[in-house]
């Protein structure tokens, strides 16, 4: 059963020497294993006079040659670029929180939870208050231990190498939230700006007049009539949120909707097009670089991409030039205080038979049914476990003066993002997808009769659009201290 403390069997997060003695009491396991390194140095309070900020960045390669994640990649041999976490604290005298991103495909569930919690201890903040987003390349493992747990027996080697990886993770992201401890910086002014980008996305579901649906996927490779196709539903629109103090920028923060993976598939870990936009900039920048990918479900590169190199270094260059402009476009204002608020929703399993715990529990127990069969329905019986145990997923949003910074779980489709603004045009609203992927697409309801297309084969949640269109608007809507403040 899904556990409060994210840790529902020992073996996920044993080291192999460990696993082989089994000493250690399940319950007490994870927080005994870490708790040296949690206590090492505890944050002092900042932010008693203003906005304070600290950033924290580390490597998050996994070992090469490991069968780390749930296996929707070869195993990765090399490493092109490394993998790396970044993220912020923020503090003023009112609220603490933590921004954090992955150079990950996805991670699930108690997994996400997992390292949530520990994000926050390390922090000295209520996991409450924590947004960890994958950045959903697909050179990068995809995590839920909970799915392992379900398909795998304990001493499978991808099962102990991917609970040993996430268990050095959070280790290693604590070890850099507690040097950042004496590196916090004070924000005077907070810019927000947007440049459209052209050339790079694109809408991987494609209307065709007979009602059905095309799909179209990150790159076209060797089908050069679905680049002629429409661009589809897409937000051209590059956003930036910049953090600053008298002496320059401290912190920018760059949002863009889409799937952001070029080619992949080939053994090679790499951050790819965000990540290679992050570090060009940083070098040419004084400002911490972040890249936050927003509401890109149904979104990609597939129009302008044949997967090659070359064509990945033009979309880097179109995505990098739209964020250049966005910058160049910053207006910046007086920081205000910090609000974060929560909306926690309760997402429904699927009814329909291929999504129900029969149907996957017979594909599980067949070693015949091959390997991405019984991926599949360890993941969508790790989601029916969670939805049975009623353990709610978590929405928020980061308020300071006008901006307004929304994080969501799973997959999201554009259509959310771009209500999102909608619900506040008064307000700069960033959006940020890819959080808890237990759930996997969260499209609209239609995807659930419509002809065609993937997204809905890999939609664990069932119809839920009124739900996450509600929550969403609620956190938007709310008043906050923030909000009082500029109005």
């Known amino acids: 059963m899904y556990g409060s403390f994210a840790v529902p069997n020992r073996a996920d997060y044993l080291l192999p020497e460990q696993l082989e003695r089994k000493q250690i009491p399940m319950k007490h396991f994870a927080l005994a294993l ?7 140095s505890s944050p002092e309070l900042q932010g008693a006079d203003g906005l304070h900020v600290a950033t924290f960045s580390a490597d998050i390669t996994p070992p090469l040659g490991q069968p780390v994640g749930l296996g929707f990649i070869p195993t990765l041999e090399t490493a092109e670029f490394p993998l790396l976490v970044r993220g912020i604290m923020l503090q003023d005298a009112g609220t603490s929180c933590v921004i954090c991103t992955l150079d990950w495909m996805e991670v699930h569930n108690e997994s996400y939870d997992f390292l949530r919690e520990q994000i926050g ?3 000295g903040v209520d996991a409450s208050h924590v947004a960890v987003h994958c950045l959903h390349q697909h050179t990068a493992p995809a995590i839920s231990t909970a799915a392992q747990r379900l398909q795998l027996d304990e001493t499978d080697p991808r099962r102990v190498a991917t609970a040993e990886y996430l268990l050095n993770v959070s280790k290693n992201i604590a070890a850099a939230i507690h040097k950042s401890q004496s590196s916090w910086q004070t924000v005077t002014h907070i810019g927000t700006g947007r440049a459209r980008v052209e050339r790079v996305a694109s809408n991987r579901r494609i209307e065709r007049p007979d009602g059905s649906i095309q799909g179209r996927g990150s790159n076209t490779g060797a089908s050069p009539g679905l680049r002629e196709l429409p661009e589809g539903l897409i937000d051209p629109w590059v956003r930036t949120i910049s953090l600053k103090n008298r002496k320059g920028p401290v912190v920018q923060m760059h949002y863009y909707a889409s799937h952001p993976q070029s080619f992949y598939g080939d053994g090679r870990a790499s951050y790819d097009v965000p990540g290679i936009i992050r570090e060009n900039m940083e070098q040419n920048s004084p400002a911490f670089q972040m890249y ?3 509401c890109g479900g149904d979104v990609a590169f597939g129009k302008y991409n044949d997967g090659s190199p070359q064509t990945r270094d033009q979309l880097a260059a179109r995505l990098r030039s739209g964020t ?13 205080p910090l609000a974060w608020s929560i909306e926690s929703i309760q997402f429904p399993s699927r009814n329909d038979a291929d999504f129900s715990e029969a149907h996957n ?7 015949q049914a091959g390997d991405s069969k019984r991926r599949k329905a360890a993941i969508c019986l790790a989601w029916i476990e969670r939805c049975r145990s009623e353990h709610p997923v978590e929405l928020s949003c980061l308020s300071i003066g006008r901006v307004k910074m929304l994080h969501l779980p799973g997959e999201p489709f554009v259509q959310y993002q771009l209500a999102a603004q909608q619900f506040r045009p008064d307000r700069f609203v960033c959006v940020a997808g ?3 992927c237990g759930m996997g697409y969260i499209g609209g309801d239609r995807i659930f009769t419509d002809r065609g297309g993937y997204e809905q ?6 119809p839920c659009e009124d739900i996450f269109t509600a929550a969403i608007q609620k ?3 709310a008043v906050s201290r923030a909000d009082a403040r500029e109005d």
Not at 361 to 367: C, E
């Open 34 to 40: 870490i708790a040296a390194s949690l206590l090492q």
């Open 121 to 123: 201890e390390a922090a």
């Open 292 to 294: 936050i990918t927003g």
């Open 324 to 336: 250049e402009r966005s910058i160049a476009d910053l207006k910046h204002n007086p920081v205000g």
């Open 361 to 367: 529990r017979r594909i599980l127990n067949n070693p």
């Open 434 to 436: 890819y959080g808890d």
């Open 457 to 462: 084969t890999y939609a664990f949640a069932g």
């Open 475 to 477: 956190l938007l809507t």
